[in-house]
């Protein structure tokens, strides 16, 4: 029958946020944009901006038990997301009534205190009513640094992982609790300021959940957005607790990254940004206050690029390149090597341009852009620089085939090929940055020693211009576009394919050099 179409389920009880950054509102946002719906038990009423809660008033407990019976006994749950609950007597009515429903998972966010500093745990009773009726019963716990504490106070101060975790450990077997994800946005010493670390343990291992720290004031309802996303891919079936974490850390990441200016204060985050693009609002945040505000900037140097680059720089294919002396029979090599080369990767990336268009990790507004860049960018690498190539091949009475390409240049060819056809659109994007990228470094820092020898300067000329370097900018921006809000495992597998693309770079010069060939 049409009109009956089944859908996830999930229920958040907690406050209501009148400026719409935290609480139910943030809930309810955070579950219309996984797919999932969305059902409330308004526990209070709070009237608040981006500075502060400047009115709280409780619902009565009879009122808030019939919300929750209202909503299970007719539609049900597949997850229960608990927030505010403001009084010990509240915190007995939800524990009391959930008891009726004790098959439906329960994370509770232990909310005591607003961004403002404004508290939302009335008194001491209800923190001890919260740790022992309520607690118990929830499948994971999400205390903040500071919540912790007040959970489980303990002297000094956390400055190691190793500590963090251990605590993480005491917390789970203090509250009782089936698991404990210890959030770290609020401890600056671990490991740096320039990563956020949440720990969770299971009651079996602990799990390190490492993303950068993105540098803004607009963080209002961020506790609240984690646990709701945690909420809804548990309900949405994720295989274990450690892969809803995963994926609510890629979602709130994003989040974050695309965070609103709302307000004069601490403004929300995006809840919608992998469905809308709100061009006049939304943020380009730098992701770490360091040299490594993009993505790719990390990739670059999470990798190991720099030591990588370095021994580029110093091989002697390039020391000679810039001092004249490299022998003609080498460079010649290297030109039928790259012309071939460049053929299949103009063909590369015309196809990532034309995934670009369906790729859910570019944005609607930013896929066609996308694709017409790549495909300018394919054009370019056969007409500009095989241009300059066919020039001294012709002048050299060189004819190139495909069977002469050698080893290298065949497995780096059909290793990009195969990544454009199969790797998700982020990872073949970062698998072609490096050609882009190291050669322009290349041609950059070559241009500074210069070369005697008129050929070999136009080759550096040609990767050290401008017009080069702004196609560079230009895929690295498509990069840190597909990649934001990426779950830290997915973060490794681009990692992966742009190093794996570092590393022919620098075996490309060296087979050139040595004269690689198929064995007889």
């Known amino acids: 029958m049409a009109g009956r179409n089944k859908i996830v389920r999930c229920l958040t009880i907690a406050g209501s946020d009148s400026g719409g950054g935290a609480g139910i509102q943030a809930d309810l946002k955070t579950f219309s944009a996984l797919g999932v719906h969305g059902m409330s038990v308004v526990t209070a009423v709070t009237a608040q901006n981006t500075h502060s809660v400047v009115g709280v008033q409780l619902i009565d407990c009879e009122m808030i038990e019939k919300q929750i019976r ?12 608990i927030g505010m609950l403001g009084s010990a007597e509240i915190v007995r009515t939800v524990g009391k009534t959930l008891r009726d429903y004790n098959n439906i998972p329960i994370i509770l966010d232990p909310v005591m205190v607003s961004k403002g500093g404004q508290k939302l745990l009335i008194d001491q009773d209800a923190l001890e009513v919260l740790k022992k009726e309520l607690i118990p019963m929830a499948r994971l716990v999400t205390p903040n640094f500071p919540e912790s504490m007040s959970l489980l106070p303990r002297d000094g101060d956390i400055f190691k992982i190793s500590e963090a975790a251990n605590y993480a450990v005491e917390l789970q077997q203090s509250l009782g609790c089936s698991a404990v994800l ?10 740096d300021k320039t990563t956020v670390i949440d720990i969770l343990y299971d009651g079996e291992a602990i799990c390190e959940f490492a993303s950068p720290r993105i540098v803004t004031e607009n963080t209002h309802g961020t506790g609240c ?16 607790l450690r892969e809803a974490v995963d994926q609510a850390k890629s979602y709130i990441q994003g989040a974050i990254q695309n965070s609103l200016e709302i307000g004069s204060g601490h403004g929300c985050l995006h809840h919608m940004w992998r469905h809308t693009d709100i061009a006049t609002h939304t943020q380009n945040v730098p992701i770490i206050e360091s040299d490594s505000r993009r993505f790719s900037d990390m990739l670059w140097k999470s990798t190991g690029t720099d030591e990588l ?33 460049l053929r299949h990767y103009g063909r590369g990336l015309a196809l990532i341009g034309a995934r670009a268009y369906s790729s859910e990790r570019i944005s609607e507004k930013n896929r066609f852009p996308t694709l017409v860049m790549l495909c300018d960018f394919a054009q370019g690498a056969i ?11 012709k002048q050299w009475q060189i004819s190139i085939r495909e069977e002469d390409m050698s080893p290298t240049c065949m497995l780096y060819t059909s290793y990009l090929i195969s990544t454009a056809y199969d790797r998700p659109f982020e990872e073949a994007a970062a698998a072609y940055l490096p050609c882009f990228w190291i050669y322009h470094r290349v041609g950059q820092e070559l241009a500074k020693r210069g070369s005697p020898n008129e050929m070999y300067q136009q080759w550096i000329n040609q990767y050290a211009s401008e017009e080069f370097g702004a196609a560079v900018e230009k895929m690295k921006t498509i990069v840190d576009q597909s990649c934001v809000g990426l779950a830290p495992q997915r973060v490794q597998e681009v990692a992966a394919h742009f190093k794996r693309t570092c590393q022919m770079e620098y075996m490309f010069w060296d087979a050139a050099f040595r004269n690689q060939q198929w064995p007889t």
């Open 182 to 191: 210890l959030k770290g946005g609020h401890l600056n010493q671990v490991p």
């Open 70 to 81: 209202a909503v299970l006994d007719d539609i049900g749950a597949d997850a229960i997301k």
């Open 383 to 393: 007409e500009a620089e095989l241009s300059m190539h066919r020039t001294w091949l």
């Open 225 to 240: 957005t984690l646990s709701a996303a945690i909420t809804a891919f548990i309900a949405r079936g994720a295989e274990s």
């Open 309 to 341: 680059f370095q021994r580029i720089l110093e091989h002697p294919f390039l020391q000679r390149l810039t001092s004249g002396t490299l022998e003609y029979e080498a460079f010649h090599r290297f030109i039928v090597q790259d012309a071939l080369y």
